[in-house]
């Protein structure tokens, strides 16, 4: 069967036409007919394979709280028939995990299991409640296509709304039965002769999936600095990302070391509880005005009667949002707009010359996250604030010393130094084809094709990977498009009876030479011609390849990404009747022969 025969003929933007993820599911509606009709024919599924142990057991009773089924009592997988605990195995329930599961559910498939290894699920929404945490990207935007949700309070939701919204998407689709909390995967490993892969959590116990999809998110890590003499510190210090709200910081001298896109939401929020502000800058973020502002009773009337309304408002923003990318990634002079804009800005709040020249960037817009904000300028000439420029030289007990030489003593630090740059493998061992291990393969920074699979990977898909982030647009733009081109490779796996696909080395490498060559005319590229300083950033690698941005327009990557195309990968088959004692053939090499093409014009 033909698996771009079931394409979606009348493709839009999922943000024009949130039912996308529908018509998609038709595709995979189609795949299921097949799978329903010779089971034995499409080999062992979960469901006539391992029923105790991936489907709840007749005695499993739901978490009273999570209404989650306790899978803890799985006894570890150690059969050898190829069996697996689980068709697919998602990582991660954050919003990519959610919508991967969403989108499974609507294919009418039931086969998979989202493993998180948190108790609840919302990913960076569950972790990051610190005063003031929002989205900079307008709810409508910032929220599934296909759940759409007319009462957004304002147009920028704070932490507490984005979470509840994740969790009444989660209860109207049920998810709570399909995800298995406090299960943190340490390592996955693909069994070569099993086709399968294994999956290790904490505590060492086991199982396995034919497909995981990694959506283990790419700000989960907090980083914080290594700065000399900070664990002899003797007061609460703590990350943003794990805010702990127990610690009362009423009158207290608080240092907080960092200004972007966190610091810049809380320092507002805490400067007028806190006895003196000490805010250690680096780089002085691009800062523009934010204009939150409650949305109106009538527009969320309107919003709820008239759904069209609302999603012309989300297509709106889109392309809004859109047209910034033309600054980012062709034209970075275009950008002289916006840093004028944010320099009046500034100016228009902060008098004191030195305090503006402080906060003044010098580099080309975009080269960072540019940030939004009604408050922080103004916050940043309050009379207990004082921004600190020069280097942190040490950490004392009590105080803190910069290299101009004086200390000044602090009674609690915040790190808002941001996340650990995108690495499934920074807290998971993945080994793939041939022992191979994803860190050892991306030791000169990640990299992938279009941001889903890796090459030497098979069956193994990921969610926000390499290269799909974005400065400029929703996030879940991404994160949906992604998830329906994984859907079409798995209806291709089952329809064609296929044990592996695996995108061809020769692909990946070539589209991201080609990727890699779009970023010279970029913002993050930027010498120093176009603005003062060139641009450096946690985007960029040490090794200097750029793996965190998509180099483009995201209308671009939804374009490229609408249709999977089954030349750009290496399927696999094996005879599912094997003579008894024979081994299973090795894996063809990498360099085999592309099968032909079978895009429908
Ligand atoms: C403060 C903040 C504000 C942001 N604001 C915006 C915004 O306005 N617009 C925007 O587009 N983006 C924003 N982002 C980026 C944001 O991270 C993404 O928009 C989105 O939430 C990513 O979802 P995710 O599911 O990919 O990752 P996450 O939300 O990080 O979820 C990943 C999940 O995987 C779990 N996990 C990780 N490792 C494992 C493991 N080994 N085993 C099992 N589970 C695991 C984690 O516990 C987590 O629940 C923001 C990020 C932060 C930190």
């Known amino acids: 069967m033909d698996w771009h025969r079931h394409r979606n003929r009348r493709c839009f933007p999922p943000l024009i036409r949130p039912g996308k993820i529908v018509k998609l599911c ?12 010779p089971a034995a024919a499409v080999g062992p599924s979960i469901n006539d394979t391992m029923p105790t142990q991936t489907q709840p057991s007749s005695d499993a009773k739901p978490d009273v709280v999570t209404g989650a089924v306790d899978r803890h009592r799985q006894t570890e997988h150690t059969s050898g028939d190829g069996s697996v605990d689980t068709e697919i195995a998602i990582l991660g329930a954050g919003f990519a995990g959610m919508c991967m599961a969403i989108g499974l559910l609507k294919a009418g498939r039931t086969d998979f299991v989202i493993y998180e290894k948190a108790d609840s699920l919302g990913g960076t929404w569950r972790d990051n409640t610190y005063p003031g945490c929002a989205c900079d990207v307008p709810s409508q935007l910032y929220s599934y296509s296909f759940a759409q949700h007319a009462g957004w309070s304002r147009t920028f939701a704070t932490q507490p709304e984005i979470l509840a919204y994740m969790k009444q998407v989660a209860q109207q689709h049920k998810l709570d039965a399909k995800i298995e909390l406090n299960a943190q995967v340490t390592a996955i490993q693909w069994d070569q002769s099993q086709r399968l892969w294994r999956l290790t959590f904490h505590g060492g116990r086991c199982v396995t999936a034919r497909v995981v999809v990694s959506g283990v998110g790419g700000l989960h890590l907090p980083k914080t600095p290594a700065l000399p003499g900070l664990e002899s510190f003797a007061g609460p210090a703590f990350h943003s990302a794990r805010w702990r709200h127990e610690v009362d910081l009423t009158g207290k001298t608080v240092a907080v070391i960092g200004t972007g896109a966190s610091a810049i939401q809380f320092i507002p929020e805490i400067a007028g509880t806190v006895g003196t502000l000490h805010v250690f800058q680096r780089t002085p973020p691009w800062v523009l005005p934010r204009n939150d502002r409650p949305t109106s009773r009538l527009a969320r009337w309107a919003f709820a009667r008239v759904p069209l309304l609302q999603r012309l408002w989300r297509a709106v923003q889109y392309w809004n949002a859109e047209s910034i990318a033309l600054g980012f990634t062709l034209k970075p002079k275009l950008m002289g707009r916006g840093q004028k804009r944010s320099a009046t800005f500034l100016k228009s709040i902060v008098k004191d010359p030195v305090l503006h020249d402080k906060l003044m960037p010098m580099y080309t817009m975009g080269c960072k996250r540019v940030l939004i904000s009604d408050d922080f300028y103004a916050t940043m000439t309050r009379e207990n604030v004082n921004l600190i420029t020069d280097r942190i030289a040490e950490v004392r007990p009590h105080s803190i010393l910069t290299a101009d030489g004086i200390e000044r003593p ?38 992938a094709f279009y941001g889903v699979a890796v090459a030497g990977y098979p069956n193994y898909f990921m969610l926000m990977g390499p290269n799909s982030g974005l400065g400029h647009n929703s996030i879940l733009f991404m994160i949906e498009t992604q998830v329906q081109y994984i859907l079409q490779c798995l209806a291709w796996l089952a329809t064609d009876r296929l044990d592996t696909i695996e995108v061809r080395q020769d692909v990946q490498r070539a589209f991201n030479d080609s990727l890699q060559k779009k970023f010279d005319k970029s913002v993050w590229k930027s010498d120093g011609s176009v603005y003062r300083l060139p641009c450096t950033s946690w985007y960029v690698h040490a090794s200097g390849k750029h793996t965190a941005l998509w180099p483009s327009f995201s209308a671009t990557y939804w374009l490229a990404m609408r249709r999977a195309d089954s030349s ?4 696999r088959q094996l005879p599912k009747e094997l003579p008894s004692g024979k081994k299973l053939p090795s894996e063809a090499p990498l360099t085999s022969p592309a099968p032909p093409a079978r895009r429908v014009a």
């Open 26 to 37: 038709k595709v995979s509606g189609h795949y299921f007919r097949i799978l329903e009709l």
């Open 410 to 447: 602090v009674d609690v630090i915040i790190h808002a130094t941001g996340f650990q740059p995108f690495h499934p493998a920074a807290d998971m061992q993945i080994s793939g084809r041939d022992n191979r291990t994803l860190a050892a393969d991306w030791h000169d920074g990640p990299e």
């Open 568 to 571: 750009h990968y290496l399927p």
